[in-house]
């Protein structure tokens, strides 16, 4: 059975690239028919966030990725957590030494920070050829040590890779890593290749950065007489032409693009065609769609570029395609977030500004115009096309007034969805009886009448349906005091 895994460190949150090799992880897993695992790779303790492995596994799962094994759903491979691993690792780096693999090493940081400022540009395997005798006397009288991986000097290590073919790297080029630190913990070297082996991972799905050190896990494998699973590595995700996106330097990670107002289908969506190409070149896909084009001849060997334009255009696309009350759920913590739409029906205003969304946080900007209504431009009466001014808006609204008052009854606590949609129908008869007694023009009366109660140019919808979301005591207030103004 195919197996992968994906093991991020709890350092913050699940930044958009780890998300992205996750998603690769598990398509492939359930595309072939196999299981993907999720390990937390806590060694680093110095940058260990409290809370992070909580925000992994709420984020993982709410972009569909469920996982068949990890730390808060168990498995027969378990911990699978690092750290409470620990006494696995020692056991078996010991076992390398034994087999040649790697040698205990008595140098401090002194030495070390020497080698450096000496112009060395790895450790020079100055305590591989200690004899068993002086490393037993060392470890005996307390000195402190590490293990490091023993990898030869001369020759060469090759070994296939998914989408970038034949890998060759010089062992010249390899350093004798640190497997087990002196605190007794492993590296993540170490740790890595043990835990994936003892978890029956066969495909090995990372970032390109472990492609040139690759080698070096390898011949941890063949050390311990294991089996070399197979790798498939990724390029990178840049934020531009130099600089990839990164969770260090503070690039948006999932759940800041769940703040912002994307929906989750998108953001997984966008990011599976950041170094992934399906062989139809769809771009709007749902995960079970993923799960069946997924190949890995579809990964790309080149760099891609995050734009978060495009990625907020496809969301507006789902935004689009979402039913009403769909729609409405998933802004309703937006819209009870914005203090200008206390006291207004929330329905209503997703519902007017549902096709208009790009972001579901849109809601906010759209509606400002409520909030701004005070001392707008009065200049928003002109309109070329209906011939509109200040001067007929102030000609006008006298009479739109009396229109309002007398056309839009008062509502009692009986009147229903179907009452007041009536009323309205009603007002908007009132008003294109007004447009044909005065000499007007329907058009020129509904601007007028849109503007005096918005005070904004543009809206999310029409003359009667911002009526419908002020009410008509706002309707009224609002004109007579543009009346006022316009005196």
């Not at 399906?278 to 995050?306: C, Y």
């Not at 977030?337 to 208009?356: M, P, Q, Y």
Request: include cysteine; charge should be negative; proline fraction near 3%.
């Amino acid at each position: 059975m195919n197996r992968t895994r994906f093991a991020p460190s709890p350092t913050g949150y699940l930044h958009i690239g780890g998300l992205r090799t996750a998603l690769y992880s598990y398509l492939f897993a359930r595309k072939n028919g196999g299981k993907f695992i999720l390990r937390i790779e806590d060694t680093d303790t110095e940058r260990k966030v409290d809370g992070a492995s909580e925000i992994i596994y709420r984020t993982l799962k709410d972009a569909g990725l469920s996982y068949d094994e990890g730390p808060d759903v168990g498995g027969e491979f378990g911990p699978y957590i690092q750290s409470e691993r620990k006494a696995l690792y020692l056991p078996l780096a010991e076992r390398l030494v034994k087999n040649g693999g790697a040698y205990y090493c008595f140098c401090g940081k002194e030495r070390l920070e020497q080698l450096k400022a000496d112009g060395a540009t790895k450790y020079d395997k100055r305590c591989a050829g200690l004899s068993v005798a002086e490393v037993k006397a060392r470890i005996a009288a307390g000195a402190p040590y590490v293990i490091r991986q023993n990898i030869p000097e001369e020759g060469s290590s090759t070994y296939t890779d998914g989408v970038f073919g034949d890998i060759t790297v010089e062992n010249k080029d390899l350093e004798d890593g640190v497997l087990i630190k002196s605190d007794g913990m492993p590296t993540y070297n170490f740790a890595n290749v043990v835990d994936d082996y003892l978890m029956g991972i066969n495909y090995v799905i990372r970032g390109v950065e472990y492609l040139s050190s690759t080698p070096k896990y390898n011949y941890i494998y063949k050390g311990l007489g294991w089996e070399l699973p197979n790798y498939i590595h990724l390029q990178p995700i840049m934020r531009d032409a130099t600089h990839k996106l990164s969770k260090r330097y503070g690039d948006a990670s999932y759940e800041d693009f769940i703040k912002k107002g994307y929906l989750s289908e998108a953001i997984v969506n966008y990011i599976a065609l950041l170094g992934w190409s399906p062989k139809d070149n769809r771009e709007k896909m749902t995960l079970e769609e993923m799960v069946e084009l997924f190949s890995v001849d579809g990964l790309s060997k080149s760099a891609s570029i995050f734009d978060e334009e495009k990625m907020k255009w496809l969301n507006a696309q789902y935004i689009r395609e979402m039913s009403s009350e769909a729609f409405y759920e998933k802004a309703l913590p937006f819209l009870e977030e914005i203090e200008h739409l206390r006291g207004f029906d929330l329905g209503l205003v997703a519902k007017l500004t549902h096709s208009r969304c790009e972001l579901l946080s849109d809601v906010g900007k759209l509606t400002a115009f409520l909030n701004d209504f005070d001392n707008f431009d009065l200049g928003s009466f002109k309109n070329e096309k209906w011939k509109t001014d200040e001067a007929t808006a102030e000609a006008m609204l006298p009479g739109l007034i009396t229109v309002v008052s007398d056309q839009w009854p008062v509502a009692s606590e009986a009147d229903g969805k179907e009452s007041t949609n009536h009323k309205l129908s009603n007002l908007h008869a009132a008003l294109e009886a007004f447009a044909l007694e005065n000499g007007y023009k329907k058009g020129q009366v509904l601007w007028i009448f849109r503007i005096a109660i918005t005070g904004s140019l543009v809206t999310p919808g029409g003359a009667i349906e911002m009526a419908e979301l002020l009410g008509r005591e706002r309707v009224l207030k609002r004109m007579q005091a543009v009346s006022r103004r316009l005196r």
